[in-house]
Structure formats: C-alpha cells, structure tokens
C-alpha cells in the first residue's frame, strides 16, 4: 500500500508537468479556423488585417477585429485572392521557422497518451481501494464533496432561526446530546441516529440544520442529495463511505444530506430500472447508517420535501426514524422572521412587522428574507437611507408577482380588456359572500401575467369548505365572464384562471369527496404519476363509468359558477364599468379605493331608482 501511494505521487507531479507543458504549448493556440471561402470572404470585406506565411505553407494572421486566425487556404489560391482584390492595408510576413526538431513534434502526443494511462492508472486504484485507507490520490473522484462548516465559520444558531418553537424543541434533545453524550448514556438513553426535516422549499429546514451544528459546536459536514449522483458509476456510493470515514474521526458531529430524495427515492422506480447508480448509492448509504453504533456521537439529519417518494428503507427505525415537520410560518412566526431579517436594516418608525406579517399569508422564510431584501434594494433606488412602508408594499408584490414592467407596450384594447378582466373577478368576488376581501387590483403587468386581483384572507386558515370553494370558483371565472359580457369575445388571459377553477372542481371531487353524486370517496392516487417508474399506470383506482361521472361532476361544477357569475356580473354591470374605468385610470387600485367605488356607484343606482 505504501509503496502505490508513493508512486502515485510521482505520477501526480508528472501530470503536473504535462499540464504546464501542454498549456504553454497551447499560448499560441489560434482563435479561430477559416475555411477556403470564409477566408475570401473575410479578405473580400478587407475584414484581415496580417497575413504570414510560413515555409511549411501553414498561414496565420489577424483579422481587423484582433482575432487570431489560422487558415487552410492553399498558398496558390491565397495568392490568386491578393491578386484580384488587392488591398495595401494588410500587411504580409514570410516567415522561414526555425525547422522544430523531430523528437519535439511528437512530444505533445506522447504526453497526452502518457496523461491517459496515469489518469486510468489512478482511477483504477482509487475504485479498488474500497473502503480501505485514507491516501487515496489526489484525483478524489470518489471523495466525498461535503463542506465542513467547522466552529470559526460564521455560527447559525437557534436565534437566527425565528418562529420555528416547536421544531426547536424536538431538536434541543439531539444538541444537548451532542454537547455532553455522557449525560445520556449513562442513563441508558438511545439518541436517535437519523433526523428527517419534512417540508416545502424556504421554510428554513438547511438553516436549523446548521443551527444544530452552531448551537452544539461540533463540525456540519453537509451535502446535497445531488452531489451523490455523478456521471462515474459507481462514484457516488464511494462518496458515501468517504463521507463516513471522515465523520467518524471527527465525532461527535452531524451529517446533513439536503434533498435527499435525489438519492433515496424509492428503488426500483429508475426509469430503465433495476441497478442505477442511483440505487448503488443509496445501497451504500443504508449500509453505512447502519455501520456506526447508536451514541458514537454522529447524528445524521436529512431534508426534503417529497417524504412521500422516500425509500421505505430510508425511514426504518435506526435510520430516518425522526420526523420532524417544518411547515410554512404562522402570523406570529412570520413577524418573527421579519424581525430577524430587519435587524441589519434601518427601518422608518411607521413599519409595523405585525402588520407586515398579516399582509404576506403563505410567505415562507425564504420569501420573507427576500421581501426584507427587495424592500432594501427598492429604498438604495431611490437614494434613501431608511426602509419606508412605501417600499415594504411595493416588496410584497414583487415577491409574490415578479417585478412591475411599466415600460411593456401594451395596446389601448388589451388594456380595455385586462381592466374589465380584473374588475370582473373584484366585483363578482365582492358579491360572494365567502371570499375574502379584496386587497388590490391592477392592470400593470408583471411577470407573466397582464393583471391581478388580490384578495387575502383575513386570518390563516387551515381548513377550507365546500361553499367556499365554490365561491372561490365563481371568483376565478368573473374575469372570463367579464370579458364576454363586455368585450363580446374571449381571451387567452384567462387560462390561468381557468386551470385554477378546474383543479378546484376536480379536487372537490376526487379528493375532498365533496360531490353529491359521488360522495365521501377518493378517487385515483394523482401525487405519484409525476415520477415516472412508480405506480406507472396504476394511478386509476376506479371504472371507466366512474371516470365518466367525475368528469360530468366537474363539468356541473364549473357550468354552475360559471352561470353564478354571470348571474353576478348581469345584476352589477354599473359597478362592473365603474371599477374598470377607474382601473383604466390609475391602474391599481387597493382594496379600500375599490370599496369606495362600489359605494359610490351603490348609491347613484338607489338615487335613479
Ligand atoms: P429550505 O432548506 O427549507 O429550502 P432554507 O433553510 O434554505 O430553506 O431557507 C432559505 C433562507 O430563508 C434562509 O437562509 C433564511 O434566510 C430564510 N429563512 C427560512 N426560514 C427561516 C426562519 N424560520 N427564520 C429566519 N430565516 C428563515
Ligand atoms: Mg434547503
Ligand atoms: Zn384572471
């Protein structure tokens, strides 16, 4: 062993200096190729500049551009070219080389096979070596790629992770663990070894991760499900047991594998089946989890947002037997967030966190630190120094809707439309009495959309219901319905409205068993048919017939708030024109404005009346 890895050094300096070699070979490498025809072309348009010719009838040069050229024209034909097209500005070099001796022409082929042969050589050793020593070479295909975020680094700890208490808590067990392991194994106590953080993207789960690792101060090796999979077969499961090694010279620490559900899906499930790299790896990975005791002091935690497509062996007791769910913010945690977010910011008196909180229901953290982001950036803009509520709003939508695009030219008649689109879903919003209320309305497109209609519940909620569903369908179609009564025709600024009320109808009747017809009974198991391998084409638990009937359920479903909204829309036409041409006007409107509007036109009805 000992005398491998001191050859493999030697080979590595030699590759070393093949490399310089080659590279400096490579100074005087030309910047491009011209053809026959491109190179008259380029003369033609007196596009070159120099022109040498060496003995070898090689010919190089510079274009007017400062490219460097190189060229395969015969030297009669470049000739004839000069001949017909004169041009006295290019200057013209006849160059007699210094004739290269033999044995030096041939030594950048016998370098690269040589480079070859030590780059095989190496890479044989390195998939034999298996799980054996730590001197593996230097070319560390298989090494694994975590990070070690150790103590001097910039420490997370669970202050900076806000709103999170009862995720912090299930988690303080596992850093005491880790600052005295003593305590807890004289009591006989079995830590759990692997820790699976479930939630959607943003909502913090790297950061408690690494807040962990602060608060106990032991090394965070981290590393992404992604990194395991390489395009060398079977480099990823090396990977794993190098990671292993390492960790377990430095217990205690932790290991945090993010999304590993790039790894640890369900196996079997590869498109092409069978053994992928994929399923070495995570193979490996089993293996090694169950390889270190209990409290040897390594504490694994994973993140994802797709439990649902994990290995089943993944999450057996001593592996990921923990879970630990890490939803999006509350009210409360997200005035936490913000605040720790501001506390680098120089925020005006006015801003109220508490209020800002309410306004942003479904922001995540991540959201969160943008929106404090944008807020700051918009105020650097306008070359103030404190952030201002002005900036926060303006924020709020950037985040949700993309950035405003006023200069986008919009023509007088998609403008008509858009503004009766809008005031079409505010107004048949108002008159259903269980959406929420309307917060702002506007024709300024942004990202992909020419307008929105926002309307934000007055609290969280977790449950919604049928009648409210169906209101919220009513409320997606008054922007179609508005276009039909007004514009006499229909746009394709609708789909998105479109798509949303169908999902609506559907899941109310596959999901929520919330059809009469049907009844309490779910349909179809729809979340797996994304990943391709599982499940494939068992999706359908149910008939033909009942296929049939859900779909003329839906069908009725739709038709039904379609006609409310027409309905809606007939009976509030006056208020219908107002709000759009006050939209036309200043193009946003909040939500207090649009109630004025409705008041206002309201009244005049009841005068003429
Ligand atoms: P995830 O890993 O769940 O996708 P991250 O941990 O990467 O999310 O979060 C992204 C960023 O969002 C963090 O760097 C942090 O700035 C912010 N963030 C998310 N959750 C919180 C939180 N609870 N408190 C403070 N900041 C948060
Ligand atoms: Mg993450
Ligand atoms: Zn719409």
């Known amino acids: 062993m000992k005398k491998i890895s001191s050859a493999s050094v030697w080979l590595v300096v030699f590759v070393l200096v093949i490399f310089a070699a080659v590279t400096f070979k490579d100074a005087d490498k030309k910047d491009t190729t011209l053809s026959v025809d491109k190179f008259q072309e380029q003369w033609i348009k007196k596009d070159i500049k120099s022109v040498q010719v060496r003995e070898d009838k090689t010919i190089t040069g510079e274009l007017t551009d400062g490219t460097q050229y190189e060229t395969i024209v015969p030297l009669s034909r470049l000739m004839q070219v000069m001949d017909e097209h004169p041009n006295d500005k290019v200057t013209e070099t006849y160059i007699k080389p210094a004739s290269m001796p033999m044995w030096l022409q041939i030594v950048p082929t016998l370098l690269i096979v040589l480079m070859l042969v030590a780059f095989w050589f190496m890479y044989m050793q390195q998939s034999q070596g298996g799980g054996g020593g730590g001197n593996r070479g230097v070319m560390n295909f298989g090494k694994s790629r975590a990070k070690i975020a150790t103590l001097d680094k910039k420490k997370v700890t669970f202050d900076d992770v806000a709103g999170e208490d009862e995720e912090k808590d299930e988690l303080a067990e596992v850093v005491d663990f880790l600052k005295q392991p003593k305590r807890y194994l004289d009591a006989g106590a079995r830590i759990p070894k692997g820790i699976l953080l479930v939630g959607p993207p943003g909502t913090g789960k790297t950061l408690l991760a690494r807040a962990v690792s602060g608060e106990a101060g032991v090394p965070f090796y981290s590393i992404s499900g992604s990194d395991f999979v390489e395009m060398f077969v079977g480099v990823g499961a090396s990977r794993v047991r190098d990671l292993f090694e390492q960790a377990k ?361």
């Open 249 to 609: 010279k430095s217990a205690p620490c932790i290991i945090f594998i993010d999304e590993i559900d790039a790894v640890g899906r369900q196996r079997g499930a590869g498109v092409g089946g069978g053994h992928d790299e994929r399923e070495q790896t995570l193979n490996q990975l089993l293996v090694e989890m169950d390889g270190f005791g209990v409290n040897e002091g390594i504490i694994m935690i994973a993140a994802t947002n797709r439990p649902d497509i994990l290995d089943p062996a993944l999450l057996r007791p001593g592996r990921f037997d923990r879970h630990i769910l890490v939803g999006a913010p509350d009210v409360k945690g997200r005035e936490e967030i913000l605040k720790v977010h501001s506390k680098n910011k120089q925020l005006a008196d006015e801003v109220k966190l508490d209020v800002l909180a309410k306004r942003t229901p479904g922001f995540t953290g991540a959201d969160l630190e943008n929106l404090m982001n944008e807020a700051a950036l918009l105020t650097v803009r306008k070359n103030k120094q404190i952030i201002e509520m002005v900036e926060l709003d303006e924020a709020v939508t950037r985040v949700i809707a993309g950035p405003e695009k006023k200069s986008r030219v919009i023509s007088e008649k998609d403008r008509k439309l858009t503004a009766y689109h809008e005031a079409g879903h505010a107004v048949v919003m108002k008159y259903s009495p269980l959406s929420d209320p309307i917060h702002q309305i506007s024709i300024i497109p942004r990202g992909m959309a020419g307008g929105y209609t926002m309307h934000l519940p007055e609290e969280d909620t977790s449950y919604t219901s049928k009648l409210k569903l169906k209101d919220e369908m009513v409320g997606l179609l008054g922007g179609r319905v508005a276009e039909k009564l007004i514009m006499k025709d229909i746009s394709t600024g609708a789909k998105n409205d479109i798509d949303r009320a169908s999902a609506i109808a559907r899941k109310m009747v596959m999901e929520y068993g919330m059809s009469d017809e049907l009844g309490p009974i779910s349909f179809g198991n729809d979340h797996n048919e994304v990943f391709l391998g599982r499940d494939l084409g068992k999706s359908r638990n149910f008939s033909e017939q009942v296929a049939f009937q859900i779909d003329s359920e839906v069908k009725d479903l739709i038709d039904e708030a379609y006609a409310k909204a027409e309905k809606i829309l007939a009976e509030n036409i006056s208020k219908l024109h107002a709000v759009a041409q006050e939209l036309l006007l200043k193009e946003k409107l909040e939500g207090a404005e649009f109630e004025a509007i409705i008041a206002r036109t309201e009244s005049s009805e009841i005068e003429l009346s």
